[in-house]
């Protein structure tokens, strides 16, 4: 029987997290993967980052007016990858949420690269399989293959296109893609390019009663707000417009969420870790007690 707790490492936890995993609502891990990276690698060392930034932050939330203390949540470590083997890794992390969800659980996760989105779905969605996904993003990430890959993380969401349906994603903020990419995304998805909190506002009423999957990549932000990652593409939203948005999501029946793409090397400062881990918060308080999945 698979058995996630073999291939887990623990460290220090994310601020405000419970000590019982069997009493916790929401279960975060981390998932330290970059092997398909194409530009700057470094998104392997987020998990860990993210985790020492989140003791800058207050456990309570003037947005929403909230306290971890509120959301019984558990920090389960990272995940410990065969380094380099991206198909053995995938199935890890697949079989990681299963084992999540079949303990009544909400997964929550910290990449790492896009990637790592693919097998989490394909867990969530054959949990549920009328699943909506919304994916707040720089970039398409629709390519069919990218170097002759299937699996990228620049063909993430064509392969999650290919289980939920096109009509079940929901793209935000988009800003960079191929021609290709474009045509298939204005042609079959429903698709927000650049813009993000006020499509969002513009959907929630559509998706109220629905089983939710949000995967967020950082880079979604302008790089003036969140210069570490991996493909900076400049035009993105704001800090406090991402925030907005997060804070939105506590309308939805969310069964699962993920923050990708964040790469420490590239920021000194650590304002792109800190803002992360806000990020967390912030979905941790707002999706966090949602009820039974």
Known sequence: MFDPRQILQANAGFLGGVDDFQAARVVLFGVPMDWTTSFRPGTRLAPHRIRE??????E??????????????YDWGDLILPYGNVHLALE???????????????PFVMGGE??????????VGNCFPDLVVLHFDAHADLRDEYLGEKESHATVMRRVVEMIGPQNLYQFGIRSGTAEE?????QYVNFHPEEVLEPLKGVIPALKGKKVYVTLDIDVVDPAFAPGTGTPEPGGVSSREILSAVGLLQELDVVG?????????????????????????????????????
């Open 53 to 58: 930034a989140s003791y800058g932050l207050e």
């Open 60 to 73: 309570y939330s003037f947005r929403l007016k909230k306290d971890l203390a509120q959301v019984n949540f």
């Open 92 to 106: 890890i992390i697949e079989k990681t949420v299963k084992e999540i969800l079949q303990g009544g659980k909400i």
């Open 114 to 123: 896009h990637l790592i989105t693919w097998p989490i779905i394909r867990a």
């Open 182 to 186: 474009w045509s298939f995304a204005t």
């Open 257 to 293: 969420f993920d923050l990708v793409e964040a790469s420490p090397p590239y920021d000194p400062t650590d304002r792109t870790s800190i803002l992360a881990a806000k990020i967390l918060r912030e979905a941790l308080l707002g999706l966090g007690g949602t009820g039974p999945i």
